[in-house]
């Protein structure tokens, strides 16, 4: 950024634009203020090959800014956009958190009471993967079917299953995660692969053709592979900025691959992969309540937006039978309304890792001064 | 109205439309500020062109050293097209390659439009109007590796490394959107001249090339605060800071432009690595800004390195060994470390913004054309592409398609086509 502008007290905009660019200029300049928090300056440079009218314009002046309110019922946070003068800006212009860290001894309740949840949901996969292997010895396609969909849903109620990687049982638990729930997209040989193993594989082969018996071998392992997870699953490490991070992303995980069908392609089970991650969301949430207290607005959009969310899967089930249906199953109105409320949920969601820090956002050193050698 | 009557009709008409193309290009020519069309009133003083007819008469050339395209300075708009061959034999490949550049040599350099026969599909759809201006467009040809199989002979001219993309542990390559024989990289200031280039490349192929994926890019307008601050990708992040100077001839001999281990009708050729990643917009919006600059190391106003002022600064790895400033696994770091031992790693970005309707979820699906040309695909964007395999902001993206292609050395003038050499010496 342009060093004249540091400290200069006001915003100047590129000197070509007609009065309706201009306003929507501000606005954009005036939420960048916002995200950013830091003063932010254009120049008239760098429109070599402009395509505006050249109209002379006296650099325009951007203060006071005013309180900035969104809109958007989810986002109930007041920000109030500083003027920029006097704003420093740089990497080191980190504004002041809203609210104090937390001691990160206060999310031993929580994450313990999210390990008992995780433990019953894991048994409970475990007794479906049992009808998985009946089913698949029977060579029952259609039993096969609904036990696996059973068991991948009590699978994803766990929530997302990714721990710290730099830890050795985190990277085993990792590691476990991916036999059991890998996608073969990464994979060298695609769903060729001897990597490709557990629910994907199963499902591939189910609701391809494949001969259920001949499935038998996954359907094994998988549980196998589950069954260590229940034994790590106490000791592994989980940390307060996992476990809040995780309140967010579970229902990120669920529109990117589920909702989206990316990761269940054959047997289109996203709604119900959805409803298991809105499940897993809802008791992460519950744990976190007495935490989540002190940011009321937070707290407030998240439980109407999950809500919404619970009653838009609700209705969706009830037109359906009470059996939640394939993505392709949903009607327009329906997969409106769930993404609607997934989205939601979402942005309200979003604010959940930020009330919850445990420590103030370091300040970032800055580079040692340019005496040393500076590369082109 | 008799048969005579309508042909006469139509006649004169042309005769009229002829005069319409012919003034447009005195206007072109003579770089006259009155508007085609309607009115030949001189324009008020206040008046003036939306679009810059300087930029619209802009010419870069088909024919050289290298293909254009590569070298030159990213245009605003785009269109990547991979093509998979159908032609039965290698006369009939190489006829079509032949159109496909005396095509793309007429388009690059504009010029009016003749009229043929009126009652006759006219030569040119004419999306552009009676004069086709150049607008900066350049179309880069490159060949990928299905093209070296056993169809045409050409298995023993392949590029050293010109393989199919492998699948990298990031992706979910979509078939459908991978890969192809041909892939075409169409370039220009102005979306309808890449749209109008598209169509006319098409026509001449028909028959022998057919579609196999499309996709349309942008780039972030130059919004400065300098001419050369790099514009930004749909992370809002700057994108293109650490490429290597194009005009550093003996660099890009380096990291460019395949020779050494070649055959020799390669040389001056490059590879073009072309994948379409997905960016999960809606999730990297719902992220905080710190943990936003963490992942990719830099400031997201400035585009300076963290700790920094510039967007050109050097962000200075060796006294940050332990990555307290930049995190060791922020994207640029991974990406270019900077070190000597890494120099020779470096890559040519080219890419461009895509937007395209919305996923199954309602989320948007809207990423980066990521393009990189390279003399080393091995040595070079596979090195660090496997660097960024457990980089942070694998999260947010999923490269969905793209392919490794090679573009050879540039057509040397009328009667040249790209890909000449290749075919002669596979002869």
Known sequence: MAQGGRGAGRLFLVPMLDSTARRWTLTALAAACVAVGVFLALTALGVGRSTHHTDTAAPYALTPLATYLPQAPHVRSKVVVESSQGAVQGASATPAPELPPLPASAFATPIAAYRRYALAQLRATQGQLVRLQVALQANDRAAAQTAWSNAFAGYLRLGAVYLDGQVALGAKVTALNKAIDGTPGGLAHGVASPQFTGFHRIEYGLWSGAAPRALVGYASALAGDVSSLARLLPRAPLTPLEYATRAHEILEDAARDFLSGADVPLSGEGVLATDAGLAATEEVVATLHPLLKRATDVTGAVDTELATLRAAMSNVAAAHGGRLPTNTQLTQQQSESLDGALEGALEALSQVPGALETEAPPQTPQIPSRDVRIDP | ?427
């Open chain 2, 1 to 427: 109205m008799s048969p005579l009557d309508r042909r006469a009709f139509l006649t004169r008409s042309a005769v009229l439309l002829g005069a319409g193309g012919v003034g447009g290009v005195g206007a072109l020519i003579h770089g006259s500020d009155q508007a085609s069309g309607a009115s030949t009133a001189a324009p008020s003083a206040r008046e003036e062109w939306d679009v810059s007819q300087a930029q619209l008469a802009a010419r870069n050339q088909f024919d050289g050293i290298h293909q254009a395209g590569i070298l030159t300075p990213t245009q605003a708009q785009a269109t990547f097209t991979a093509l998979d061959s159908l032609a039965g034999d290698r006369g009939t490949l190489e006829a079509t390659l032949r159109a496909l550049s005396r095509r793309a040599r007429e388009l690059t350099a504009g010029g009016p439009i003749p009229l043929l026969e009126i009652d006759d599909p006219p030569v040119d759809s004419g999306i552009l109007g009676p004069v086709n201006t150049p607008d900066g467009l350049t179309i880069t040809i490159a060949f990928g590796a299905s093209l070296f199989d056993g169809r045409y002979g050409l298995g023993a001219q392949r590029p050293r490394e010109l393989i199919e993309m492998p699948s990298f542990p990031v992706d979910d390559l979509d078939p459908a959107q991978s890969h192809g024989d041909v892939l075409l990289q169409i370039c220009a200031h102005q979306r309808d001249t890449v749209a109008h280039t598209l169509r006319e490349l098409l026509r001449t192929v028909h028959g022998s090339l057919q579609l196999r994926w499309n996709i349309d890019g942008f780039s972030g307008a130059a919004r400065g605060p300098s001419p050369h601050s790099s514009a930004r990708n749909l992370f809002a992040f700057r994108d293109g800071t650490a490429n290597p100077p194009t005009s550093d001839a003996a660099l890009m001999n380096e990291l460019v432009w395949a020779g050494r281990g070649e055959p020799a009708w390669a040389a001056g050729g490059t590879y073009q690595v072309a994948r379409i990643i997905r960016q999960h917009v809606e999730f990297w919006d719902r992220v905080g800004l710190s943990e936003q600059q963490n992942m990719i190391g830099r400031e997201r106003a400035s585009g300076a390195p963290l700790g920094g002022t510039e967007e050109f600064e050097d962000p200075r790895y060796d006294l940050d060994p332990d990555g307290k400033r930049v995190p060791l696994d922020a994207h640029i770091r991974l990406a270019n470390p900077r070190t000597a031992a890494t120099a020779n790693q470096r890559i040519l970005r080219r890419g461009f913004n895509y937007t395209r309707g919305f996923d199954a979820a309602g989320e948007l699906d809207q990423g980066l054309m990521f393009v990189a040309f390279n003399q080393s695909p091995e040595r070079q964007f596979a090195t660090i592409q496997t660097r960024l395999n457990e980089e942070p902001m694998i999260d947010y993206i999923t490269p969905v398609g793209g392919g490794y292609f090679f573009a050879p050395p540039g057509a040397q003038g009328a009667g040249d086509w790209v890909g000449s050499g290749l075919f002669a010496a596979a002869s």
